[in-house]
T-cell receptor
Framework: GAVVSQHPSRVICKSGTSVKIECRSL??????MFWYRQFPKKSLMLMAT?????????EQGVEKDKFLINHASLTLSTLTVTSAHPEDSSFYIC???????????FGQGTRLTVV | DAKTTQPTSMDCAEGRAANLPCNHS???????VYWYRQIHSQGPQYIIHGLKNNETNEMASLIITEDRKSSTLILPHATLRDTAVYYC??????????????FGQGTILTVHP
């Protein structure tokens, strides 16, 4: 079946630095990918839609200058958390819609801790 | 998307069937019922989806009422590894919009030995 790979699975960074998270569709192409954030004991919240070859679409309340999204190819989307602060610590998850099967495939998630 | 209502938590004995209900009384004609689950500290996993007919795959069965206002996910022989949060999501499946999901709080299913 379709596989979405997310890297890294866990990262600890210092406050003020930037962190890049990669999301790859391994055996299918994805012109669209989605980024979610999940705080402890909470549900997933959609942050943005990543579009190959064009600008990402951000959900209301998500700062586009803080969460930079690049969808450089049909198999790769990246999320960069810029000038990270402790409140950005969260579980970040990407997904891609499968082709012809009407289902979404999710990455393993990235646990970001900002210290 | 239509709103869904699920119980906060459920328990099930290992080896027994787990029946997880979901209410979606405002579902529209072109919306599918999807079920995903999330095991702790992992990304969600697709389980099953359906429009109006009952569906079965290697993981589970989905029973949708005739009026489509509610559904039940059935795990026929629950194992400890089925302990997870189960999300019932109603979504239009056109284009790639089925990839853009709105997650509620889900049902925490705990399978006991």
């Amino acid at each position: 079946g379709a596989v979405v790979s997310q890297h890294p699975s866990r990262v600890i960074c210092k406050s003020g630095t930037s962190v890049k998270i990669e999301c790859r569709s391994l055996d299918f192409q994805a012109t669209t990918m989605f980024w979610y954030r999940q705080f402890p004991k909470k549900s997933l919240m959609l942050m943005a839609t990543s579009n190959e070859g064009s600008k990402a679409t951000y959900e209301q309340g998500v700062e586009k200058d803080k969460f930079l999204i690049n969808h450089a190819s049909l198999t790769l989307s990246t999320l960069t958390v810029t000038s990270a602060h402790p409140e950005d610590s969260s579980f970040y998850i990407c997904s891609a819609p499968g082709t012809g099967n009407r289902r979404a495939f999710f990455g393993q998630g990235t646990r970001l801790t900002v210290v | 998307d239509a709103k869904t209502t699920q119980p906060t938590s459920m328990d099930c004995a290992e080896g027994r069937a787990a029946n997880l209900p979901c209410n979606h009384s405002t579902i529209s004609g072109n919306e599918y019922v999807y079920w995903y689950r999330q095991i702790h500290s992992q990304g969600p996993q697709y389980i099953i989806h359906g429009l109006k007919n009952n569906e079965t795959n290697e993981m589970a069965s989905l029973i949708i009422t005739e009026d489509r206002k509610s559904s039940t996910l059935i795990l026929p022989h629950a194992t400890l590894r089925d302990t997870a949060v189960y999300y019932c999501i109603v979504r239009n499946a056109g284009g790639t919009s089925y990839g853009k999901l709105t997650f509620g709080q889900g049902t925490i299913l705990t399978v006991h030995p």
